[in-house]
């Protein structure tokens, strides 16, 4: 009997999603979350055909390098900031992301951690399970309202789309700003009107990050950014902590030259900024934009089916749901 395809299963997922890889492949699976060091996923990459990884997994050239039997890639995320997708694709590993099954999902955070930073949620619970509440008074934790504000949503791809739909319901103005204007079409149908970056910020009473990560995003919220926005105004970041610039955030949180922020992703994490953490008027969750027992499971589904796609087995063979460079390879 011809040898099976191996792949690597880097971290455990879902045991009984990740099981549909059985059918086709020998599976080498992670037993617990590991922080794997370069040198440990290559070693891991050359014994593969495929890979299921996830965002804790770095891979470039020198992972790939000795990779000579590696032709697939799923990574469980939308975002693929962890992996060199040029380096890939000169390699010729087809990789696959998790589009669409996240959007709702990750826009119903996003929205959970804007409110809970405008109206002081995460503050006002301490302060009652701290005994306080005994001191109330007309004027304790008073938050800015949501409703009938401004919007302002960085990055208008599909989350950021989900997030302005949601907007109707609170009577808000939307405002976005992107790469490239999006279709007139589009724009009706969300209610969300673009502008200029420095226009969003001055403009926002509520900004909203959700633009993926890349050297011209990174720290694009400075200093300087944030002193455009206005002192009432909360900064809220779902998309990659590398987009802010954490201690100019604290600066800015610190000094009252803006009201709060809610964050669920943090450049060094899971290392948090000490200053971050001292503060009061920030909202902190563990990037757990995606993390609905359901979607998190479908974001799996999806990998597992990309990767049984991309390695030319299952009724999808050769046709993989959601490749990220499938044209960069047939090119070469
Ligand atoms: C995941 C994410 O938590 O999809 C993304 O880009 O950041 C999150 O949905 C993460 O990718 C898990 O690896």
Do not use: K
Request: no cysteine.
């Amino acid at each position: 009997m011809p040898e099976r395809p191996r792949v690597w299963v880097s971290q455990p997922l879902f045991d009984d999603v990740v099981a549909r890889l059985g059918e086709h492949f020998d599976v080498v699976a992670t037993a617990r979350v590991t922080q794997h060091g370069p040198e440990a996923i290559a070693a891991a990459l050359r014994e593969a055909d495929g890979a299921l990884v996830t965002l804790n997994d770095p891979i470039g050239a020198a992972q790939v390098a000795g990779a000579g039997r590696l032709r697939a890639i799923a990574n469980v995320g939308v975002g693929y900031n962890n992996l060199d997708l040029p380096a890939l694709s000169a390699a010729g590993v087809l990789v696959t992301n998790t589009p669409d099954v996240l959007t709702e999902t990750t826009a119903d955070f996003g929205w959970a951690l804007m409110m809970a930073a405008a109206r002081r949620i995460s503050e006002a619970e301490h302060w009652l399970r701290e005994g306080h509440w005994r001191q109330w008074s007309f004027d304790s934790l008073l938050g800015g309202d949501v409703h009938g504000t401004t919007l302002g949503i960085l990055g208008m791809g599909r989350i950021g789309q989900a997030i302005a739909r949601r907007a109707a319901g609170f009577r808000m103005r939307v405002l976005y700003h992107n790469r490239s204007r999006l279709p007139e079409a589009v724009e009706r149908e969300t209610a969300a009107s673009y502008v200029g970056f420095e226009e969003l910020l001055t403009r926002a009473d509520h900004l909203i990050l959700v633009l993926p990560y890349s050297p011209q995003s990174h720290h694009l919220i400075d200093a300087a950014a944030l002193a455009r926005m206005q002192p009432h105004a909360t900064l809220t970041n779902i998309a990659r902590g590398g987009i802010v610039d954490e201690d100019a955030l604290a600066d800015a949180l610190e000094h009252g030259r803006l009201a709060a922020a809610g964050l669920d992703v943090f450049e060094g994490e899971p290392a948090l900024n000490p200053r971050l953490l001292a503060l009061r008027n920030v909202v902190l969750t563990p990037h757990i934009a995606s993390g609905s027992l359901a979607t998190r499971r479908a974001m799996v589904a999806l990998a597992v089916d990309n990767l049984i796609a991309a390695l030319g087995y299952g009724p999808d063979a050769g046709r993989p749901p959601s490749p990220l460079n499938a044209a960069q390879l047939a090119e070469r």
